[in-house]
């Protein structure tokens, strides 16, 4: 890891340099020469479950439908629901497994070389298109198999916890409010996750070092609600039919009111109704 990455991470915030003098250098394994295809798929397969268990069904995915070797899309395609099922995919994954293969042969998953072209974004814009694979995948791809170096996962629980932890913070910070406050990391902020990652290992040996200083995160502004409780708005409603019926009551010229026409002229209206009736 370079150390000129270290340094600036160190002086943008002192916390994260007291965790990264505690941890030590970075080291981030080298990734593996294999297709998008191949890295989504094993992802697909791991979901929700742990890692011994996702192997054991990748390997007899790679037995029955890809007789030795990882299977192609146009392998996948072929292979029958009930293949997939019996190698441990759960239909939800079979769904994905397909919609995957489908769309790298449609190009909307591309080659390796055709990826690296792509910002961050544009390429979480074409993946999470397939079925089954989210924002948080993605990001994972991007960071461990790509190595782009500013990618911040602010939804993944173990960089929340470890955020938490190295920062003496009462509560879990929220995804937003940690993204602003990894603003300052930029543009090294894959490093960054990386070691608040390691500082739940850290907290789990007890060799975690308190903060350097106490921090506030950024307030986040709070949205207002655009459809408001139900009881709010017949209260609402209430309130504006009151304010109606009182005016109607008061002004001078409003139907109802005592002040409705003069004096002369109510006498004249009155004489007029006395008139009807005597005629009728």
């Not at 030795?68 to 293949?83: D, I, K, M, Y």
């Amino acid at each position: 890891m370079n150390q000129e990455i270290l340094a600036h991470l160190s002086r943008a915030d002192a916390v994260l340099g007291g965790l990264i003098r505690a941890v030590g250098p970075c080291k981030l394994a080298p990734p593996e020469d294999c297709h998008p295809f191949q890295v989504l798929a094993q992802a697909i397969a791991h979901q929700q479950l742990n890692g011994t268990a996702a192997n054991t069904i990748l390997k007899r995915l790679i037995d029955s439908c890809g007789q030795g070797t990882f299977p192609t899309p146009h392998l996948v395609l072929q292979a029958s629901v009930e293949s997939l099922r019996a190698a441990g995919f759960s239909f939800a994954k079979v769904a994905a497994l397909k919609d995957l293969a489908a769309k790298t042969l449609a190009a909307v998953v591309p080659d390796g070389a055709a990826l690296t072209q792509l910002s961050d974004e544009q390429i979480i814009a074409r993946l999470t298109q397939v079925r089954g694979i989210g924002r948080w995948t993605v990001e994972m791809l991007l960071m461990f198999q790509l190595r782009r170096p500013d990618v911040l996962p602010v939804d993944d629980f173990g960089v929340r916890s470890g955020f938490r932890a190295a920062y003496g913070l009462a509560r879990m910070p929220r995804p937003k409010a940690l993204a602003l406050w990894g603003e300052r990391w930029k543009p090294f902020r894959t490093t960054a996750a990386w070691y608040l990652w390691r500082a739940l290992e850290l907290k789990r040996a007890g060799t975690l070092p308190a903060p350097a200083e106490r921090i506030r995160l950024p307030r986040l502004k709070k949205r207002r609600s655009a459809a408001r409780p139900a009881a709010a708005k017949k209260a609402a409603r209430r309130k504006r039919a009151g304010t109606a019926v009182q005016a109607r009551r008061t002004s001078p010229g409003a139907p109802g009111s005592a002040r409705t026409a003069p004096r002369g002229q109510r006498a004249r209206n009155a004489g007029k109704a006395r008139k009807a009736r005597k005629a009728g």
